[in-house]
């Protein structure tokens, strides 16, 4: 199939080179020139595991190119896939500009009939509008072309994203029309070779479906930090508590691990939208609100920690003198992702009680250079930033954090002293090292 995809970021790219893998045409489209230029050199954007490998060879063999000429990979596709931003606008509504600029585009640029597929998180109603802005360009040159919208939301994960895509739970798609519906099927058959995972469904419930996914998984998380939090006021240990609960089937382990708060270019911000979607609808979505607060109050908890252990509440700046050494900056492990990731949060609580920040992270540094400028100070070694440092902060649980060499730690550290957002150590293993440590939502070394 000839596919054409708008917007080569953490989705368009990965859905460009899985549906080239798979033997399709795809052209990748972005108003982005450098990404553009960038991409036919090779030069991949974003740090995704197996993303590089995959580009590559499916540009070499012809399969997938890249362009910022529009007109051009319109008319050479059938399925136009929009997988551009949605950010949130200043109400936390989802700003679709991007989506309806690129159906505009389309609009001005078809020259057949196309299937213009909505990967892009959308509030429930965008398929409708995207069906607007097209019409209105194609009323605009006067000519009458058919084309059908479908909703295909996108549920991989960063960090995960090849894996979740050719490997999907499920593909949902929303259309009303069972042609367009056996099309987008042959488009994804070769990612369902284990099992049919494809779910066809009205328009309006597919968009409704992506939000509904990530305010539960959003839920579960801000639920068992509250947990967590009461765990460690009643001596309890949160990660018994989970096995305890998770092994209900209802239940399940997934997702309820405590941690610093969810971040990322996804859950704050679809939470947002479906609380701002709900009240345009006179509807209070009341769980929705808590979670959100909920989550920013944890945002808050790791800084607290360290204030409380080292700080002196005397002065202005009560981490004036301290020096923080942080392993983890991006909001989850395997991505360089770093939009709305805790560790902006816990870095600057940290700046602003005078303490001086160094940070660790295998992939993230380039950007949190652009959040932190010189402010702070960065290392590719996670070893040297200990040098003298008052505390280890664990934000993010990457791999390389979960057996270190405590030898060293303990050497370089002014104190063996550790504060674990993620849980990665056993209490009795740090016991034996000596350290003093406070993980989350279970009694510590103090
Ligand atoms: P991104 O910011 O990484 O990429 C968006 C790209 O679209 C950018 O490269 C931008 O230059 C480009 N763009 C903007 N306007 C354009 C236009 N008119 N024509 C062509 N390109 C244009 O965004 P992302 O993280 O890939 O997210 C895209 C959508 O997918 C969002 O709605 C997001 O909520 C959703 N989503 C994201 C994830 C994720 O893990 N990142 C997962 C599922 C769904």
Not at 117 to 143: F, M, N
Not at 246 to 271: E, N, Q, T, W
Request: aromatic share 8%.
């Amino acid at each position: 199939m000839k596919i054409c995809v708008f917007g080569a970021g953490y989705v368009g790219l990965v859905a460009a080179a899985c549906f080239a893998e798979s033997g399709n045409t795809v052209v990748a489209v972005d108003v982005d020139q450098a990404k553009i230029e960038g991409l036919k050199q090779g030069i991949i954007p974003i740090y995704e595991p197996g993303l590089k490998e995959l580009v590559l060879r499916n540009q070499a063999e012809g399969r997938l190119s890249f362009t910022t000429d529009v007109p051009l990979a319109v008319k050479s596709s059938l399925i136009n896939f929009i997988a551009v931003g949605t950010p949130p606008g200043e109400d936390g509504s989802a700003d679709l500009q991007y989506v309806l600029a690129v159906a505009r585009e389309i609009g001005r640029n078809m020259e057949s009939f196309k299937i213009v597929v909505d990967k892009s998180t959308v509030p429930v109603g965008t398929a409708d509008k995207v069906r607007a802005a097209l019409q209105e360009e194609l009323d605009k040159r006067g000519t009458s072309l058919e084309f059908d919208v479908v909703s295909n939301p996108e549920f991989l994960k960063e960090g995960a994203a090849i894996e979740d895509f050719m490997k999907p739970d499920r593909v949902v798609i929303g259309t009303d029309n069972v042609r367009t519906a056996e099309l987008m099927k042959e488009l994804y058959e070769p990612f369902m070779r284990k099992h049919n995972r494809l779910i066809v469904m009205d328009i309006r419930s597919a968009e409704m479906t992506k939000y509904a996914a990530n305010a539960m998984l959003a839920t579960r998380i801000s639920f068992m930090n509250q947990v967590a939090l009461l765990c460690e006021r009643m001596g309890a240990d949160v990660a018994a508590v989970r096995e305890g609960i998770g092994s209900d089937s209802r239940i399940g382990y997934d997702f309820l691990f405590p941690g610093p708060g969810y971040g990322g270019s996804c859950f704050p911000k679809d939470v947002k939208a479906l609380i701002r979607t709900a009240e345009e609808n006179d509807y209070d979505f009341l769980l929705l609100k808590a979670v959100e607060e909920v989550n920013e109050r944890q945002k808050q908890v790791l800084s607290h920690k360290v204030q409380q252990t080292l700080g002196d509440t005397s002065k202005d700046r009560p981490l004036a003198g301290c020096t923080v050494a942080c392993w983890g900056l991006s909001f989850k492990p395997r991505t360089d992702d770093m939009r709305e990731a805790p560790a902006i949060t816990i870095i600057e609580n940290l700046l602003a009680q005078g303490a001086t920040v160094r940070a660790h992270d295998p992939e993230a540094l380039a950007e949190a250079k652009k959040q932190f400028g010189d402010r702070i100070t960065y290392s590719t070694n996670q070893y040297d930033i200990l040098a003298d440092a008052d505390v280890l902060v664990i934000i993010t649980d990457w791999n390389e954090y979960r057996n270190p060499d405590f030898d060293r730690i303990k050497a370089e550290l002014k104190e063996p002293f550790i504060i674990d957002g993620r849980n990665l150590y056993k209490l009795s293993r740090m016991r034996d090292y000596g350290f003093r440590y406070l993980p989350l939502g279970r009694n510590g070394i103090a």
